[in-house]
C-alpha cells in the first residue's frame, strides 16, 4: 500500500483545493494508497467542510489524514514513497531537503487543451540532492496527464433518483422541460448584470452558490438574497444556494440544464455532467487565459465537427449561440441577446456535450494514470542484464 504527501496552497479560491482534495480520496478509496493531505490554510478548508477544525494541525478526513503543513506534526514528517506538488506550491524547504531518488515527486501542475503540454507532460527537473521532479499536465488527449474522474461518478451523475434525492434534499421541485435551470458558480463580473436582465424576461431557475457569485447578484437586486431563500425576478426565480458540498455540487451540474462555472475544478465536473456551460475562466496577464480558453473550445469544435457514431451533424446555430455567449461572458461584453440564443439551442448544445464526454471518456482519468506512473517507476522488477551484455 504505497503512501502518498498531496501538499496544497490555498490563494483566494477552492479550485486548487477542491482539485488536490478529490485526488486525495481517489487516490486512497480507489488505488489503496494511504495518503496525507497538507494544506495551509485550514480555515478556507473548513468552508468546504464544516467538519474540519482549523485550530487543530493533525485530524482524520475520511480515510485521509489531514493537516496543517506548517505544523510541528508536518514539519517531522519524512517524504512518502509518491509525493504531489499541487500547482507550483513550493515544498517546504525541509522536507524537498530529504527528498531521494527513490521518492516519485510529481509537481501537478493546471488543466489546459493547449498543445505544447503534450510535449512538457512527464518530462522531469533532477535535483542537485538526486532525486528529480516530474511535471504532470492534466489535459484532454491520450499524450496529457488526463483529468479526475471516479470510477463512479458518471452513474452517479446519470442516476435520476440521485437527481430527485437532490431537489428534494434542498426542498425544491424536480425540473420541468419548459423551465430550464441555470447554476451560477462565477468571479464577480459585469456579465452577472446582462444575466439578470435575460432572465428577467425568460421563464427560468437560477440556482446560485454561495460565495462571489450571491454577492454579485446581491450588488443588482433591491433586496438581498439570503442562504435558502428565494426571489422572484420578473419571469424567472432566483435560489441562494447553501454551501454545497462535492457530492452535492456535482450533482446540481448533472440536475441543472445550463451552467455557469469558473476556475478549474467546477470546470472539469461540469464536463463530466455533460451539459452547455459558460466557463468564468480566472483572468490572468496578457490574456493568457483567452488563449487557455479558445484551446479548450477549438477542440470541441473538431470534435463536433468529425463527428462520431453518437453524433448528428453538427448545429451551427447552436454552436455560434454558445461560442458567442462564453467569449462575450470572459471579455465582460454579455447582453441579454446572448442569454436567450443560448436559452434557444440548450437541447442541440447538451447533445454537444454529451458527446464530449464520450470522447473524454477514451482516455483513462488522472489519478489511473498517475498510479501506473508510480508503478512502472517503484513496482517493476530491475531490467535483468542480457547475457551477452557486460555488467
Same mark, same amino acid.
Given at each position: 500500500?504505497?503512501?502518498?504527501?498531496?501538499?496544497?496552497?490555498?490563494?483566494?479560491?477552492?479550485?486548487?483545493?477542491?482539485?488536490?482534495?478529490?485526488?486525495?480520496?481517489?487516490?486512497?478509496?480507489?488505488?489503496?494508497?494511504?495518503?496525507?493531505?497538507?494544506?495551509?490554510?485550514?480555515?478556507?478548508?473548513?468552508?468546504?467542510?464544516?467538519?474540519?477544525?482549523?485550530?487543530?494541525?493533525?485530524?482524520?478526513?475520511?480515510?485521509?489524514?489531514?493537516?496543517?503543513?506548517?505544523?510541528?506534526?508536518?514539519?517531522?514528517?519524512?517524504?512518502?514513497?509518491?509525493?504531489?506538488?499541487?500547482?507550483?506550491?513550493?515544498?517546504?524547504?525541509?522536507?524537498?531537503?530529504?527528498?531521494?531518488?527513490?521518492?516519485?515527486?510529481?509537481?501537478?501542475?493546471?488543466?489546459?487543451?493547449?498543445?505544447?503540454?503534450?510535449?512538457?507532460?512527464?518530462?522531469?527537473?533532477?535535483?542537485?540532492?538526486?532525486?528529480?521532479?516530474?511535471?504532470?499536465?492534466?489535459?484532454?488527449?491520450?499524450?496529457?496527464?488526463?483529468?479526475?474522474?471516479?470510477?463512479?461518478?458518471?452513474?452517479?451523475?446519470?442516476?435520476?433518483? #440521485?437527481?430527485?434525492?437532490?431537489?428534494?434534499?434542498?426542498?425544491?421541485?424536480?425540473?420541468?422541460?419548459?423551465?430550464?435551470?441555470?447554476?451560477?458558480?462565477?468571479?464577480?463580473?459585469?456579465?452577472?448584470?446582462?444575466?439578470?436582465?435575460?432572465?428577467?424576461?425568460?421563464?427560468?431557475?437560477?440556482?446560485?452558490?454561495?460565495?462571489?457569485?450571491?454577492?454579485?447578484?446581491?450588488?443588482?437586486?433591491?433586496?438581498?438574497?439570503?442562504?435558502?431563500?428565494?426571489?422572484?425576478?420578473?419571469?424567472?426565480?432566483?435560489?441562494?444556494?447553501?454551501?454545497?458540498?462535492?457530492?452535492?455540487?456535482?450533482?446540481?451540474?448533472?440536475?441543472?440544464?445550463?451552467?455557469?462555472?469558473?476556475?478549474?475544478?467546477?470546470?472539469?465536473?461540469?464536463?463530466?455532467?455533460?451539459?452547455?456551460?459558460?466557463?468564468?475562466?480566472?483572468?490572468?496577464?496578457?490574456?493568457?487565459?483567452?488563449?487557455?480558453?479558445?484551446?479548450?473550445?477549438?477542440?470541441?469544435?473538431?470534435?463536433?465537427?468529425?463527428?462520431?457514431?453518437?453524433?448528428?451533424?453538427?448545429?451551427?446555430?447552436?454552436?455560434?449561440?454558445?461560442?458567442?455567449? #462564453?467569449?462575450?461572458?470572459?471579455?465582460?461584453?454579455?447582453?441579454?441577446?446572448?442569454?436567450?440564443?443560448?436559452?434557444?439551442?440548450?437541447?442541440?448544445?447538451?447533445?454537444?456535450?454529451?458527446?464530449?464526454?464520450?470522447?473524454?471518456?477514451?482516455?483513462?482519468?488522472?489519478?489511473?494514470?498517475?498510479?501506473?506512473?508510480?508503478?512502472?517507476?517503484?513496482?517493476?522488477?530491475?531490467?535483468?542484464?542480457?547475457?551477452?551484455?557486460?555488467?
Amino acid at each position: 500500500m504505497p503512501t502518498a504527501h498531496i501538499f496544497c496552497s490555498v490563494i483566494d479560491n477552492f479550485g486548487d483545493l477542491g482539485v488536490c482534495w478529490r485526488l486525495a480520496r481517489q487516490l486512497s478509496a480507489e488505488h489503496g494508497a494511504q495518503v496525507v493531505l497538507l494544506v495551509d490554510d485550514l480555515a478556507a478548508f473548513q468552508q468546504l467542510d464544516s467538519r474540519i477544525d482549523p485550530e487543530l494541525a493533525v485530524q482524520p478526513l475520511d480515510e485521509l489524514t489531514l493537516m496543517r503543513w506548517n505544523s510541528h506534526e508536518a514539519l517531522a514528517l519524512m517524504p512518502a514513497e509518491l509525493v504531489i506538488e499541487g500547482f507550483a506550491c513550493t515544498l517546504p524547504d525541509n522536507y524537498r531537503t530529504q527528498l531521494t531518488a527513490k521518492n516519485i515527486w510529481i509537481n501537478l501542475d493546471y488543466l489546459s487543451a493547449e498543445s505544447w503540454i503534450e510535449d512538457c507532460h512527464g518530462l522531469s527537473s533532477p535535483q542537485p540532492n538526486g532525486a528529480s521532479t516530474t511535471f504532470w499536465f492534466p489535459g484532454f488527449t491520450p499524450r496529457s496527464g488526463g483529468i479526475l474522474c471516479e470510477t463512479d461518478l458518471l452513474q452517479r451523475l446519470d442516476d435520476p433518483a #440521485q437527481a430527485f434525492n437532490f431537489w428534494q434534499h434542498l426542498d425544491l421541485p424536480q425540473t420541468t422541460a419548459d423551465t430550464p435551470r441555470l447554476s451560477l458558480f462565477c468571479y464577480e463580473t459585469d456579465s452577472v448584470s446582462a444575466l439578470l436582465e435575460a432572465l428577467h424576461e425568460s421563464k427560468t431557475e437560477l440556482m446560485i452558490c454561495a460565495g462571489k457569485a450571491l454577492s454579485a447578484i446581491n450588488k443588482l437586486l433591491p433586496e438581498s438574497l439570503t442562504i435558502g431563500s428565494c426571489v422572484q425576478h420578473g419571469a424567472s426565480t432566483l435560489y441562494a444556494l447553501p454551501m454545497l458540498a462535492h457530492a452535492d455540487y456535482d450533482q446540481l451540474l448533472a440536475a441543472c440544464d445550463l451552467n455557469i462555472i469558473r476556475g478549474e475544478d467546477s470546470f472539469i465536473r461540469a464536463q463530466w455532467a455533460a451539459k452547455p456551460l459558460l466557463w468564468h475562466i480566472y483572468p490572468q496577464d496578457e490574456l493568457a487565459h483567452e488563449t487557455k480558453l479558445a484551446a479548450w473550445l477549438e477542440r470541441i469544435e473538431a470534435m463536433s465537427a468529425a463527428g462520431s457514431p453518437e453524433a448528428s451533424a453538427p448545429n451551427h446555430t447552436a454552436q455560434s449561440a454558445w461560442l458567442s455567449a #462564453q467569449w462575450a461572458w470572459v471579455r465582460n461584453e454579455l447582453n441579454s441577446e446572448h442569454i436567450h440564443e443560448l436559452l434557444a439551442e440548450l437541447k442541440p448544445l447538451r447533445e454537444m456535450m454529451q458527446c464530449w464526454r464520450k470522447h473524454l471518456m477514451q482516455q483513462p482519468d488522472l489519478a489511473t494514470q498517475l498510479m501506473r506512473f508510480y508503478a512502472n517507476k517503484v513496482e517493476s522488477p530491475p531490467e535483468k542484464p542480457h547475457p551477452d551484455k557486460p555488467l
